[in-house]
T-cell receptor, first 114, second 115 residues
Framework: NAGVTQTPKFQVLKTGQSMTLQCAQDMNHNSMYWYRQDPGMGLRLIYYSASEGTTDKGEVPNGYNVSRLNKREFSLRLESAAPSQTSVYFC?????????????FGQGTRLTVV | QQQVKQSPQSLIVQKGGISIINCAYE??????FPWYQQFPGKGPALLIA?????SEKKEGRFTISFNKSAKQFSLHIMDSQPGDSATYFC??????????????FGQGTILTVHP
C-alpha cells in the first residue's frame, strides 16, 4: 500500500519554465490537496479538490493551476516558474466527511527555481 | 493572516525531559486539532488529534491539552527521546460546511532531543 505518491522528488527549473507535479493516492480518498512548505511559514494550502471533478483555490493559489484527472490523481502545474515558487510541495489526501478525517501526505517535491 | 500561531520555533530538550509546544487559534469554527510530525526529507504524518469536546487526549508519551475558552492547545511529549527529534506542526480545521478537510497549519517547531 503506497499511500500518496509524488513525482518528481527533486526539480530545478529556470525562471519562466513550466512543469507539472504529479500526485496519486491509492486509498480511494475523495479529497486531495496541494500544500507548499516554506521555512517559518508552516504548510499553506495552494489548491484542493473536494471530490473528483471539482477543484478550488486555497490560501496561496497565484501562479498555479491544478487538474483532478480522476479519483486517484491530482496534478499541480506551474505555467511560468518564478524564484518565489522555490519551496517543498506536498500532496495530501483524506476521506473528508467521515469520522476519520486524517490527511495523508506524500514525501514531497523539492523545487528550486533559479 | 496566520490563523494558527505556534511557539516556540525551536526547542532543545534533554533525553527524558518534557517537550511542550503551544498553539493558539483564532477561528472559533475550528473543531478538529491534529498534530503532525515530520522527519527530514519526509512528509508530515499524523501524530495525535483532538476534538473540542474533550480537554485532554493521551496516546503513549504524547498528550494534547485543549483549552476552548482560551482558544489554545498544546502538545506534551513525556520522557522525550532522541528519536522524537523532528519538526512538529499543529493544525486546525472544521468538519462541517465547506471546509472539505482543509488544514490550517502553525509555523512549525523544530524539536531536538539530546541524548
Amino acid at each position: 500500500n503506497a499511500g500518496v505518491t509524488q513525482t518528481p522528488k527533486f526539480q530545478v527549473l529556470k525562471t519562466g519554465q513550466s512543469m507539472t507535479l504529479q500526485c496519486a493516492q491509492d486509498m480511494n480518498h475523495n479529497s486531495m490537496y496541494w500544500y507548499r512548505q516554506d521555512p517559518g511559514m508552516g504548510l499553506r494550502l495552494i489548491y484542493y479538490s473536494a471530490s473528483e471533478g471539482t477543484t478550488d483555490k486555497g490560501e496561496v493559489p497565484n501562479g498555479y493551476n491544478v487538474s483532478r484527472l480522476n479519483k486517484r490523481e491530482f496534478s499541480l502545474r506551474l505555467e511560468s516558474a518564478a524564484p518565489s515558487q522555490t519551496s517543498v510541495y506536498f500532496c495530501a489526501s483524506s476521506e473528508w466527511g467521515t469520522p476519520n478525517t486524517e490527511a495523508f501526505f506524500g514525501q514531497g517535491t523539492r523545487l528550486t527555481v533559479v | 493572516q496566520q490563523q494558527v500561531k505556534q511557539s516556540p520555533q525551536s526547542l532543545i530538550v534533554q533525553k527524558g525531559g518534557i517537550s511542550i509546544i503551544n498553539c493558539a487559534y483564532e477561528n472559533t469554527a475550528f473543531d478538529y486539532f491534529p498534530w503532525y510530525q515530520q522527519f527530514p526529507g519526509k512528509g508530515p504524518a499524523l501524530l495525535i488529534a483532538i476534538r473540542p469536546d474533550v480537554s485532554e487526549k493521551k496516546e503513549g508519551r504524547f498528550t494534547i491539552s485543549f483549552n476552548k475558552s482560551a482558544k489554545q492547545f498544546s502538545l506534551h511529549i513525556m520522557d522525550s527521546q532522541p528519536g522524537d527529534s523532528a519538526t512538529y506542526f499543529c493544525a486546525a480545521s472544521h468538519a462541517g460546511g465547506t471546509s472539505y478537510g482543509k488544514l490550517t497549519f502553525g509555523q512549525g517547531t523544530i524539536l531536538t532531543v539530546h541524548p
